[in-house]
């Protein structure tokens, strides 16, 4: 919160009245583009994507178009928000040549009040960032790159069907960083096919050498429908044990903290001032608008996603010349969000945060009834020490009153989380 507080800081309305937190919410938005190409399928990945390269033109254009007729959907109030980030994520945003980058950018600045101390992330693989391309990135507005890295293990690299090497890892990041980049995310993958934990601590020190700003750290999940979990099936790979994946969960912990990273959500830690701004926009219900194939938007009260399905979207998007087109589209899916629905999200987002769920927000928010669901579904894991509260006056005109998961909660957040959201009957 304190990150969010000073990013906030900045701006000078802040200063001349004091805003609600809902206020808050709505005068800032953030914006995601969804690329979905790739030029390779990884064996574990069930996000959007495909092949299909030569699209990438046609793509663009239908992207451009979209940028531009649903500025409307962040206005509250006849008031477009600030844009505090942009995530261009996919897929492999890196596959998508300069001045394609270059024209999103153009209409994205053009329609948009995108402020001037905006986060601008873009996804790259290592195998794309070759030096010339790495140069001409820093010719566009992106001041953040998340690096999907997974591995240093070449081994393992391979089980996993990435492009890259681990050798291709360090020299991408270290260009970048020579290039000028001073704001950069790798992710990581952890319980790896037949990855001991002396492994995983080999990953863990590699990845510290490179002193990169921000870590994504996250379990192999077994998506039902990819090749890892065919893979699995067929027996030609095993599932890590439960145990040595909480082995590998903590190294991670101790490792990160003992080398000044805050460990800031479960999956995530930064180095002091280097939260991802936008992921934390996600999990403090701000809204944001997602452009390009299965992006998903949000306006503060409900959501609504485009179709998975590139052709689809070129065809149908690419035609629509009124923000009209937009509503009830047929290349668009809604969902309207019930109060206990928007609770569980609040549940589900807030707790996996290290500044944790607010109860005095959650009870104005929710009203009496769902706070004390809260309270009371959370009582067993105050009892067994999963969860603290932590309630606090000091330098604050409203007291402070938080649920947080402790170091052990952690472990077992799903179903912590599962115990506490609303089951309508
Ligand atoms: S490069 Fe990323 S998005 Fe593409 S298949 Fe691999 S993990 Fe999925």
């Given at each position: 919160m304190a990150m969010f507080l000073n990013i906030l800081q900045g701006i000078l309305f802040f200063r001349t009245f004091v805003p609600?937190?809902?206020?808050?919410?709505?005068?800032?938005?953030?914006?995601?583009?969804?690329?979905?190409?790739?030029?390779s399928r990884c064996v574990y990945c069930d996000f959007y994507s495909t092949l299909h390269l030569e699209k990438?033109?046609?793509?663009?254009?239908?992207?451009?178009?979209?940028?531009?007729?649903?500025?409307?959907?962040?206005e509250q109030d006849g008031q477009t928000p600030a844009i505090q980030t942009v995530y261009i994520g996919g897929g492999t945003p890196s596959t998508l040549d300069t001045p394609l980058l270059e024209e999103v950018f153009n209409i994205l600045y053009a329609t948009y009040d995108i402020v001037p101390q905006a986060e601008i992330t873009l996804e790259a693989n290592p195998d794309d960032l070759t030096l010339p391309k790495i140069h001409e990135l820093r010719t566009l507005p992106v001041n953040r790159l998340s690096i999907g890295v997974q591995t240093f293990d070449p081994d393992k690299l391979r089980l996993l069907h990435r492009r890259h090497t681990g050798i291709q890892a360090l020299q991408a990041v270290s260009d970048c960083q020579d290039a000028g980049?001073?704001?950069?995310?790798?992710?990581?993958?952890?319980?790896?096919?037949?990855?001991?934990?002396?492994?995983?601590?080999?990953?863990?020190?590699?990845?510290?050498?490179?002193?990169?700003?921000?870590?994504?750290?996250?379990?192999?999940i077994y998506e039902e429908g990819t090749r890892l979990?065919?893979?699995?099936?067929?027996?030609?790979v095993e599932e890590a044990d439960e145990e040595l994946s909480l082995k590998m969960f903590d190294h991670l912990i101790d490792e990160l903290s003992a080398n000044g990273f805050e460990h800031y959500?479960?999956?995530?830690?930064?180095?002091?001032?280097?939260?991802?701004?936008?992921?934390?926009?996600?999990?403090?219900?701000?809204?944001?608008?997602?452009?390009?194939?299965?992006?998903h938007s949000y306006d503060g009260q409900d959501r609504q996603w485009n179709r998975p399905d590139l052709t689809g979207y070129i065809d149908h998007v690419g035609r629509a010349s009124r923000p009209a087109d937009f509503d009830n589209a047929p290349w668009i899916e809604k969902e309207e969000l019930s109060l206990y629905e928007r609770y569980n999200d609040r549940i589900v987002t807030a707790l996996?945060?290290?500044?944790?769920?607010?109860?005095?927000?959650?009870?104005?928010?929710?009203?009496?009834t769902l706070y004390d669901h809260c309270l009371q579904a959370a009582a067993p894991?105050?009892?067994d020490g999963l969860i603290e509260r932590i309630s606090s006056t000091r330098e604050k005109q409203v007291p402070n009153d938080l649920l947080k998961l402790t170091r052990r909660g952690l472990f077992l957040s799903d179903g912590i989380m599962s115990d506490l959201l609303y089951v309508a009957d």
């Open positions: 609600s937190y809902h206020t808050l919410l709505f005068i800032m938005a953030g914006i995601y583009l969804h690329v979905p190409f790739c030029a990438r033109k046609d793509y663009i254009a239908a992207l451009t178009r979209e940028l531009r007729l649903r500025k409307h959907y962040l980049f001073e704001n950069i995310s790798i992710d990581l993958i952890y319980g790896l096919p037949r990855q001991s934990l002396e492994e995983w601590d080999a990953d863990l020190s590699t990845a510290l050498s490179l002193q990169v700003q921000h870590i994504s750290a996250y379990a192999l979990w065919k893979m699995r099936r067929q027996h030609i959500e479960i999956s995530n830690f930064a180095r002091p001032g280097f939260r991802s701004r936008h992921n934390s926009s996600y999990w403090q219900g701000i809204p944001y608008l997602g452009c390009g194939p299965s992006a996996r945060t290290s500044d944790g769920l607010d109860l005095n927000r959650l009870k104005s928010d929710f009203g009496q894991h105050l009892r």
